[in-house]
């Protein structure tokens, strides 16, 4: 039996009387991407340095690839590593000199031609002579990078890993991230508050607040859960009667000018669409927005929050 | 308990360049030494001149300061390796590897003594040039002088390692603080007899007392007492295991509040 690459069993966290992680349980598979969003506080960070042994949890357990992490501390470290853009890097280091070091920490069998080749794929090899503190912040984020692909990970934990990139360096980013997959198989666990890039990315996603897992699923399924699109209509000349129309029929809109949209269930919209024709009102364009993952995230944070 | 010595060739590297690239650290391994010879190197030839051309106080404070840089140093490796650590909020990363907290603590030993080393000599090249004191005059006691001192200043410096590993930055100071709180009890430039008996009491638990004792012995009467030898080093002993374990401990309970609030 093939074990998880990541196991996570009733993971808790409590500082005093506040719980910050509840009970957790999780894993992730070889090869997969696992998304993990929440708003700030929800217990994301906590989580990670847990799983990065730099917080020792109140309870629960944590295996890699089927073995007890607290037991197998130090082989397991050299098989994963992180990104985080909430911590920094010696200031007055060059890149190269950064990157030797956690070549050295990490036991990189090949440690120069790896840095060599990891600094071209993330382009900061005309970086390497610069100290970090001369870098920009995008720099330092790919930089970041670097070093979390050094040692070859097999999982790779990337807290916020696009933050502060330009567009087309974050396209290359995911770009890599996914070949990296497809290539070596490598197992990500990803937070990022962007959620397009969730779920361009993500196999899986785990929505956390106030430390718990409030919604954990594809992040299709995730989204399918909210049954309102938002139909807009570019409505030229028979305003008027379309607004009778809504009123009569008890359809919420909003109005710019021509332009309405109307919050409708998936299912009515045929009915509605029906129902325009019907009363012979034109309209020049027609848009369907079907409900996406952040949707979901902002219905069922709102919620969670309300309870 | 394994050590893995690449890694904690990886740290001795870690500090080596930072100490290459901070200009704070270089004042501190060349700058402050040479200062303090010349000041009080000279000072101890005034007050020799005052007393009828008497060299015991110029011995006195020139053995005092070399010496004292051996304990200085060793604790202040420990504690300002740390705090680099969190000023370049790089702790997490460095723990978040495969890294050891023992491996961490052998480096910043290991590195410690090399620096010291380094400071001592320049210190030692420097007395000689200027006042003739001659640190190898005391032959092969020179090593268990200076391998005492170093346990001395290892244990105070993981003391000191310790309480910032648990609260943070907001106890730095404790990295320069820390270790001068033994030196007047030490008696590095008077005997330990010109303490108050309650310092005395004090002076008698700290293992540096014994060497700098010794240290005069030699100089004054060319006698050699291997019992304080054996106090000091069975005390730093007893001290070295209980800061290390003290660290330790400390480190856990850091680890239980998570290592990234210390950045």
């Not at chain 1, 996406?292 to 919620?303: A, K, M, N, R, S």
């Not at chain 2, 200043?153 to 033994?182: P, S």
Request: glycine letters at 4%; one cysteine or more; charged letters at 20%.
């Amino acid at each position: 039996m093939q074990h998880p690459v990541l196991e996570v069993k009733n993971l808790t966290k409590k500082f005093n009387n506040f719980t910050a992680v509840d009970n957790l349980t999780f894993s992730i598979a070889d090869g997969e991407i696992l998304g993990v969003l929440g708003p700030n506080g929800a217990g994301k960070t906590t989580t990670i340095q847990m799983l990065l042994s730099v917080m020792e949890p109140t309870s629960g357990e944590i295996f890699y690839f089927g073995k007890p992490f607290k037991k197998h501390r130090e082989n397991i470290l050299k098989q994963i590593n992180f990104s985080s853009t909430y911590i920094s890097m010696p200031w007055l280091f060059k890149v190269s000199e950064i990157l030797k070091i956690y070549g050295m920490l990490y036991e990189v069998p090949d440690r120069k031609k790896r840095i060599e080749k990891l600094a071209k794929e993330f382009e900061i090899d005309h970086l390497l002579e610069k100290q970090f503190h001369m870098l920009s912040a995008g720099e330092q984020t790919r930089l970041f990078l670097t070093k979390a692909f050094l040692n070859y990970p097999k999982l790779i934990l990337l807290d916020e890993p696009t933050a502060s990139l330009d567009p087309d360096i974050a396209i290359k980013i995911r770009e890599f991230l996914k070949k990296e997959r497809q290539e070596y198989n490598v197992s990500i666990l990803f937070t990022s508050h962007n959620m397009s890039e969730v779920e361009e990315m993500c196999d899986r996603v785990m929505i956390l607040n106030h430390g718990k897992i409030i919604a954990h699923n594809t992040p299709q399924n995730l989204a399918k859960n909210i049954s309102i699109s938002l139909v807009e209509l570019l409505i030229t000349r028979d305003q008027k009667r379309a607004i009778g129309f809504f009123t009569k029929s008890k359809i919420q809109f909003y109005q710019e000018r021509f332009s309405f949209k109307i919050p409708i269930a998936e299912k009515k919209i045929a009915e509605f669409l029906t129902g325009l024709s019907k009363d012979n009102i034109e309209y020049q364009e027609i848009s369907i927005e079907k409900p996406t993952l952040e949707d979901y995230f902002l219905q069922v944070i709102g919620d969670t929050n309300e309870n | 308990m394994r050590i893995n010595v690449n890694r904690v060739w990886a740290m001795i590297i870690r500090y080596t360049i930072y100490l290459r690239h901070n200009y704070d650290r270089l004042t501190d391994l060349f700058y402050w030494p040479a200062l303090d010879l010349f000041i009080w190197g000279l000072t101890g030839l005034y007050i020799a001149k005052l007393s009828n051309n008497s060299s015991h106080y110029l011995l006195i404070i020139l053995s005092g300061l070399v010496f004292w840089i051996v304990v200085w140093r060793s604790q202040y490796e420990i504690t300002t390796n740390l705090l680099s650590e969190m000023w370049d909020r790089n702790i997490v990363n460095i723990f978040a590897s495969p890294l050891k907290v023992s491996e961490w603590i052998l480096a910043v030993m290991v590195f410690g003594f090399l620096k010291t080393i380094v400071s001592v000599s320049f210190s030692a090249i420097l007395s000689f040039i200027f006042y003739r004191f001659n640190i190898f005059s005391f032959h092969w006691l020179l090593i268990p002088f200076i391998l005492s001192l170093l346990a001395t200043g290892w244990a105070g410096g993981f003391l000191v390692a310790a309480f910032i590993i648990r609260y943070g930055m907001k106890l730095q100071t404790l990295a320069w603080a820390g270790i001068a709180l033994i030196a007047p009890f030490s008696a590095i430039y008077y005997p330990v007899s010109v303490l108050p008996s309650w310092a005395q009491t004090v002076s008698l638990l700290i293992p540096s007392t014994y060497i700098f004792e010794s240290i005069r012995d030699i100089l004054f009467t060319g006698t050699v007492h291997y019992d304080k030898l054996v106090t000091s080093f069975i005390l730093n002993a007893i001290y070295l295991i209980l800061s290390l374990w003290f660290f330790v401990a400390m480190f856990g309970k850091s680890k239980k509040l998570g290592l990234s609030r210390l950045i």
